[in-house]
């Protein structure tokens, strides 16, 4: 078998996903289960949460809402996926090819358009600012700082995880509203 059912009762193929079988309800529900650093952190913190996070800089930093948004989706992929830890991932280009196909569906399906080179440069700029905050403040030691460029604070403490669903869903209405 090639598909897996998701949260809200969808088959999908990660392999050779379509649009309509993705859906932010499964994005939000599974990202607030999946444990950032592979469970190798202080206590349980969603990779959802970090996706708020990346948003939430974004908006701080005065980005557009679009590139809010595509903060919020950037490990939309890893709701099908699962995450993996990057020295990993590095090793893995057919996984990475694998992983770029869906998050761009996804970037796709909800921005209605490819995310640009400038925005998708932005996201991960972010990612890897929220990534080095994240090192220092639930992990055993920092990696960078990069965390000085950030112009908000990450809510790092453990929150429940269907809160963090609940926020992400709310995120994801309020940017899809105003754009």
């Given at each position: 078998?090639?598909?897996?059912?998701?949260?809200?009762?969808?088959?999908?193929?990660?392999?050779?996903?379509k649009e309509?079988?993705?859906?932010?309800?499964?994005?939000?529900?599974?990202l607030?289960?999946?444990?950032?650093?592979?469970?190798?952190?202080?206590?349980?913190?969603?990779?959802?949460?970090?996706?708020?996070?990346?948003?939430?800089?974004?908006?701080?930093?005065?980005?557009?809402?679009?590139?809010?948004?595509?903060?919020?989706?950037?490990?939309?992929?890893?709701?099908?996926?699962?995450?993996?830890?990057r020295?990993?991932?590095?090793?893995?280009?057919?996984?990475?090819?694998?992983?770029?196909?869906?998050q761009?569906?996804?970037?796709?399906?909800?921005?209605?358009?490819?995310?640009?080179?400038?925005?998708?440069?932005?996201?991960?700029?972010?990612?890897?600012?929220?990534?080095?905050?994240?090192?220092?403040?639930?992990?055993?030691?920092?990696?960078?700082?990069d965390?000085?460029?950030?112009?908000?604070?990450?809510?790092?403490?453990?929150?429940?995880?269907?809160?963090?669903?609940?926020?992400?869903?709310?995120?994801?209405?309020?940017?899809?509203?105003?754009q």
């Amino acid at each position: 078998m090639s598909e897996i059912i998701t949260y809200v009762g969808i088959w999908i193929n990660p392999l050779e996903p379509k649009e309509e079988m993705i859906d932010i309800r499964d994005i939000a529900h599974a990202l607030s289960l999946v444990c950032r650093g592979n469970g190798h952190v202080k206590f349980f913190y969603s990779v959802a949460q970090h996706s708020i996070s990346c948003c939430m800089e974004a908006k701080a930093r005065g980005y557009s809402k679009e590139v809010q948004l595509a903060c919020l989706l950037h490990d939309g992929s890893e709701a099908y996926l699962s995450d993996m830890t990057r020295p990993v991932k590095r090793k893995m280009p057919e996984y990475r090819e694998i992983e770029d196909k869906l998050q761009n569906l996804i970037w796709e399906k909800y921005l209605g358009k490819p995310l640009s080179e400038e925005a998708h440069k932005q996201v991960f700029e972010i990612d890897d600012d929220i990534l080095s905050y994240e090192f220092k403040e639930i992990m055993p030691r920092s990696i960078s700082e990069d965390y000085k460029n950030l112009r908000s604070t990450p809510d790092v403490r453990f929150i429940d995880p269907s809160e963090i669903e609940e926020k992400f869903m709310a995120l994801f209405h309020e940017l899809c509203h105003e754009q």
